[in-house]
Nanobody, 123 residues
Framework: QVQLVESGGGLLQAGGSLRLSCAAS????????MGWFRQAQGKGREFVAA????????CYADSVKGRFTISRDNAKNTMYLQMNNLKPEDTAVYYC????????????????WGQGTQVTVSS
């Protein structure tokens, strides 16, 4: 099973950009679909974006489409989330997770969760 560690979060103003990273250990990363999720304080965990094992297929939540880009580098065992034009409503703890095949939604179908990285966007 893959182990995951998120990084890259921070505090910034609305309109700014951040790139989150998800570093994976284990030999299964390059064959796993990966997803980004987020959880705002007092709310449930919501889907943000997902990518298949090769990086050729991606999907996004409507709320981030056109602003966020998911990518991966299998040679570095790392997945990324480039976040542009950030809004206060993007404030949340961001998590990465893995599964065997691409699925655009339901965090319950993912596993191998990292500890999360906090993103805070001020207005």
């Amino acid at each position: 099973q893959v182990q995951l560690v998120e990084s890259g979060g921070g505090l910034l103003q609305a309109g700014g950009s951040l790139r989150l990273s998800c570093a994976a250990s284990g030999r299964t990363f390059s064959s796993a679909a990966m997803g980004w999720f987020r959880q705002a304080q007092g709310k449930g965990r919501e889907f943000v974006a997902a990518i298949n094992w090769s990086g050729e297929s991606t999907c996004y939540a409507d709320s981030v489409k056109g602003r966020f880009t998911i990518s991966r580098d299998n040679a570095k065992n790392t997945m990324y989330l480039q976040m542009n034009n950030l809004k206060p409503e993007d404030t949340a703890v961001y998590y990465c997770a893995a599964r065997n095949a691409l699925y655009c939604g339901n965090s319950l179908l993912y596993n191998g969760w990292g500890q999360g990285t906090q993103v805070t966007v001020s207005s």
